[in-house]
């Protein structure tokens, strides 16, 4: 596509649910990377992934979140038993190669957890 | 692992005038330093990005300087125009020879007054 798609572009859940969070990356880009933003806050890097396996995922806070990429395209953010704290814009970025070459983002999914 | 420090967290200028944000960053492995402008509720788009082999780059009214003894880069914006409002982030490669992680600062909102 022309650009990375992030869908939805808003969600809302209630504590203690369930959520998947879709990113389609620009065709042909190799490289995803998951980043979460808080607000007033730069992006936190989360998780990157290199076709379909997790290269680096140190940045995922804890155990309730979990990546997939099961065929090196679609991936998808999934957050068990959401927290409060989880709130926040989930933002999806791909990139050619690992030099970071086209590094372009999403527009995020916004998430909030009542 | 990389820190990155961004100073300062707002700024106000005059239509005209030329803006300056300083950032330092702390693993000395770092060697790709991107600049982003985010509008309210938009993606985070590259404006600008430097490499560790060079110590200057501009791109029409946008340059960016790295000082990679200090370990500081900025970002200067000259003849500020009303549409440079927004937010601007720095950042800095923390994985090596690989730039696929980036570790942001925490923004300068950037206001343009006409």
């Known amino acids: 596509g022309a650009g990375v798609s992030q869908t939805p572009s808003n969600k809302v859940t209630e504590k203690g649910k369930y959520v998947e969070l879709r990113c389609d990356p620009i065709?042909?880009?190799?490289?995803l990377y998951w980043y979460r933003q808080s607000l007033g806050q730069g992006p936190e890097f989360l998780i990157y992934?290199?076709?379909?396996?997790?290269?680096?995922d140190s940045g995922l806070p804890n155990d309730r979140f979990f990546a997939v990429r099961p065929e090196g395209s679609v991936s998808t953010l999934k957050i068990q038993r959401t927290e409060r704290g989880d709130s926040a814009v989930y933002l999806c970025?791909?990139?050619?190669?690992?030099?970071?070459?086209?590094?372009?983002f999403g527009s995020g999914t916004r998430l909030t957890v009542v | 692992g990389e820190n990155v420090e961004q100073h300062p967290s707002t700024l106000s200028v005059q239509e005209g005038d030329s803006a300056v944000i300083k950032c330092t960053y702390s693993d000395s492995a770092s060697n790709y330093f991107p600049w982003y402008k985010q509008e309210l509720g938009k993606r985070p788009q590259l404006i600008i990005d430097i490499r560790s082999n060079v110590g200057e780059k501009k791109d029409q009214r946008i340059a960016v300087t790295l000082n990679k003894t200090a370990k500081h880069f900025s970002l200067h914006i000259t003849e500020t125009q009303p549409e440079d409002s927004a937010v601007y982030f720095c950042?800095?490669?923390?994985?090596?020879?690989?730039?696929?992680?980036?570790?942001f600062g925490k923004g300068t909102l950037l206001t343009v007054n006409p």
């Open positions: 950042a800095a490669s923390s994985s090596g020879g690989s730039n696929y992680k980036l570790t």
């Open positions: 970025a791909s990139s050619l190669n690992l030099q970071g070459e086209g590094y372009t």
């Open positions: 992934f290199q076709g379909t396996g997790a290269a680096d």
């Open positions: 065709s042909g880009h190799t490289a």
